[in-house]
């Protein structure tokens, strides 16, 4: 009778500790999430106080039942604070407990955070190999948003370092690179903003204009890289006006009244977020 109690106990036991840990991974999930959605709105403070949560509830999970999803956002959680040397030992940790079916955005969210932390220790080589894997094969949008603002970005400052036929050849490739983003998700304003950004470095205003236009209606994931694209987008209008015949200046300048009344922009080259 004993034995057989002493087997239920274990068993309940068992049971209650694993739903207490799905409980912690829940919540770290949850305060990860709103921790995103506050830095989106460029509500720090707030951002910081969700990711703290987060790690906690997170670690909590690694130490009841440590698993690969427990130690990813735990890798998340530091990494949005700021704490790449230890969010680098926990994606490596999630990785050594392995992945398993279903957890493919998972296993990418870590490995994005992985080359993250890689570039922030100084090790921008392998993190350009790690998000160049990500941008090619996965299909999870957060983890692909990420490493590809982040290539953009790596390869944007090094082709500034290069003669500009090497450089031109590098963000042609690049575009090739955002192109096929573009293909496979359209509708992410973001892959539209960056392809923006690189049209501006080879000097395509037309484009660059047209696809900071593209990346506004669709939406950016942050208030600072969506008060960027407005900058980008009135500086390429701006050289688009200077540029062109008298009558297709006022047509396009025709087209831009139109787009700044929908956006309620003061005039056709001043955001509203921008001050007097």
Known sequence: MKSRLL???????????????????????SYYAAGQARARSARTEEAVACWKKALDESVRACRRNPSAQSFTVQGLALASLGRWREAEGAFLQAFALGFGEGEAWASDSALTGLAASFEDLGLEAPALRVYGQIVDRSDFEPALML??????????????????????????ALLKTLDRLIDRHFACGLFHYLH??????LGDDRRAYEEAVMARE??????????DNDNQLVY???RLLAALA???????AAVQAR?????GWRDDRTPAWKKE
């Open 246 to 252: 008298p009558a297709e200046r006022a047509a396009l």
């Open 196 to 201: 923006a950004q690189v049209d501006g470095h």
């Open 7 to 29: 087997r239920v106990f274990c068993l309940a036991l068992a049971v209650l500790l694993s739903v207490s840990c799905l409980t912690s991974l829940r919540r770290a999930k």
């Open 236 to 238: 390429c209008y701006g």
């Open 218 to 227: 669709l939406g950016l994931p942050a208030e600072k890289i969506g008060r």
């Open 147 to 172: 490493a590809a603002e982040r290539r953009t970005n790596l390869v944007l400052a090094r082709a500034a370092e290069l003669e500009p036929g090497e450089r031109d050849r590098t963000l042609a």
């Open 259 to 263: 787009w700044a009344a929908k956006w």
